[in-house]
């Protein structure tokens, strides 16, 4: 769910906010009327603007765009972090996308809001005025990580200039491919998708790291988050995997509330699923057996089972490693790249 914070300056304003949020059902929006509500009185906008963008998908101010401006600017942290910002004007007839208009998905809301009240969408950025492909809203949509952002600029820089960029995928490529996209192709900038952040198939590589690793999981009782995070990276590395593609993390039932896990899953904003022993055992693969595990949980395996359970039932690309009372493995599901 997109977590909204939406601003207005005056009583047009704030009933424009009620519509927008009935625009936005799959949005938890909250408004912040600072001339209707007493409760604002005396509060400060900048401090407003300072929290929101760190806890927000989505800001929208209803009132003038120099105002926008001047209470986020100081926050700005960068495309790959910012959330995404929209200014409507107070009688809702432009809705502005300011800020994180691809990778926050501020252009794509700033028309669907549009759309829905009657508006006149305002979009800046270059490519999509001149309708060439966008990576970084792309990789979004693919449920791809930019991983090194500062790159997309040589990448869209490029296919302004008509250039051609290359495309260098690990992993099935389906669908017609975006004007000037060269699959394999020799070109000065281009992109890949895969875990491997290190390869320069390009003198201006981007890398896109697709976000479906199931992380599987087992370990002691008690085991800290700490213990739990060294045994994990230390798995990623070897398997040449960033963290970025984590998706989720899974284990049994029994380890529902393992504050170890828990702890863990939190601080990397993972979502933890839990499986009990028959749904494991039914998996289909072939797992490292235990006879330990078997006779204390009621299955075989823990972890490979479960990360393969995570992954819809896809393959593993690490079996089990054990350490410090930790086991680890990573799957993923039959994923490709499509257009």
């Given at each position: 769910?997109?977590?909204?914070?939406?601003?207005?300056?005056?009583?047009?304003?704030?009933?424009?906010?009620?519509?927008?949020?009935?625009?936005?059902?799959?949005?938890?929006?909250?408004?912040?009327?600072?001339?209707?509500?007493?409760?604002?009185?005396?509060?400060?906008?900048?401090?407003f603007a300072q929290q929101a963008m760190v806890d927000c998908d989505l800001i929208v101010f209803i009132g003038a765009t120099g105002i926008a401006v001047r209470a986020i600017a100081p926050y700005l942290a960068g495309k790959a972090f910012d959330p995404a910002v929209l200014v409507l004007d107070?009688?809702?007839?432009?809705?502005?996308?300011?800020?994180?208009?691809?990778?926050?998905?501020?252009?794509?809301?700033?028309?669907?809001?549009?759309?829905?009240?009657?508006?006149?969408?305002?979009?800046?950025?270059?490519?999509?005025?001149?309708?060439?492909?966008?990576?970084?809203?792309?990789?979004?949509?693919?449920?791809?990580?930019?991983?090194?952002?500062?790159?997309?600029?040589?990448?869209s820089g490029a296919l302004l200039r008509n250039d051609p960029v290359g495309l260098a995928s690990d992993f099935p490529v389906d669908g017609v491919l975006p004007a000037l996209v060269r699959?394999?192709?020799?070109?000065?900038?281009?992109?890949?998708?895969?875990?491997?952040?290190?390869?320069?198939?390009?003198?201006?590589?981007?890398?896109?790291?697709?976000?479906?690793?199931?992380?599987?999981?087992?370990?002691?009782?008690?085991?800290?988050?700490?213990?739990?995070?060294?045994?994990?990276?230390?798995?990623?590395?070897?398997?040449?995997?960033?963290?970025?593609?984590?998706?989720?993390?899974?284990?049994?039932?029994?380890?529902?509330?393992?504050?170890?896990?828990?702890?863990?899953?939190?601080?990397?904003?993972?979502?933890?699923?839990?499986?009990?022993?028959?749904?494991?055992?039914?998996?289909?693969?072939?797992?490292?057996?235990?006879?330990?595990?078997?006779?204390?949980?009621?299955?075989?395996?823990?972890?490979?089972?479960?990360?393969?359970?995570?992954?819809?039932?896809?393959?593993?690309?690490?079996?089990?490693?054990?350490?410090?009372?930790?086991?680890?493995?990573?799957?993923?599901?039959?994923?490709?790249?499509?257009?």
């Open positions: 769910m997109i977590r909204a914070k939406l601003v207005s300056f005056t009583g047009r304003g704030a009933a424009l906010a009620e519509r927008v949020a009935a625009a936005l059902p799959d949005a938890r929006c909250e408004r912040y009327a600072r001339t209707v509500d007493p409760s604002l009185h005396g509060t400060r906008l900048s401090r107070e009688n809702g007839k432009f809705v502005i996308s300011l800020i994180s208009g691809h990778l926050g998905g501020a252009n794509a809301l700033a028309e669907r809001l549009a759309g829905a009240l009657g508006a006149q969408p305002v979009i800046t950025t270059a490519t999509d005025g001149r309708g060439v492909f966008a990576v970084d809203t792309w990789a979004k949509a693919q449920g791809c990580v930019v991983y090194d952002t500062p790159g997309i600029k040589f990448v699959l394999n192709g020799a070109c000065e900038a281009g992109f890949t998708v895969g875990f491997d952040v290190t390869a320069q198939p390009f003198p201006h590589t981007l890398h896109l790291v697709p976000r479906i690793v199931s992380l599987g999981l087992g370990c002691r009782r008690g085991t800290t988050r700490e213990t739990i995070e060294r045994v994990v990276f230390e798995t990623l590395r070897a398997a040449g995997v960033p963290m970025e593609g984590v998706r989720v993390a899974a284990s049994i039932d029994r380890k529902a509330d393992e504050a170890g896990l828990l702890a863990f899953c939190a601080a990397h904003g993972l979502e933890f699923v839990t499986y009990p022993a028959q749904t494991l055992e039914a998996a289909a693969g072939d797992f490292t057996p235990s006879a330990f595990v078997q006779k204390t949980v009621g299955v075989d395996n823990v972890c490979e089972r479960a990360a393969v359970c995570a992954a819809d039932g896809g393959r593993l690309i690490c079996r089990k490693t054990a350490r410090d009372g930790v086991t680890v493995a990573l799957a993923i599901p039959d994923w490709r790249v499509r257009f």
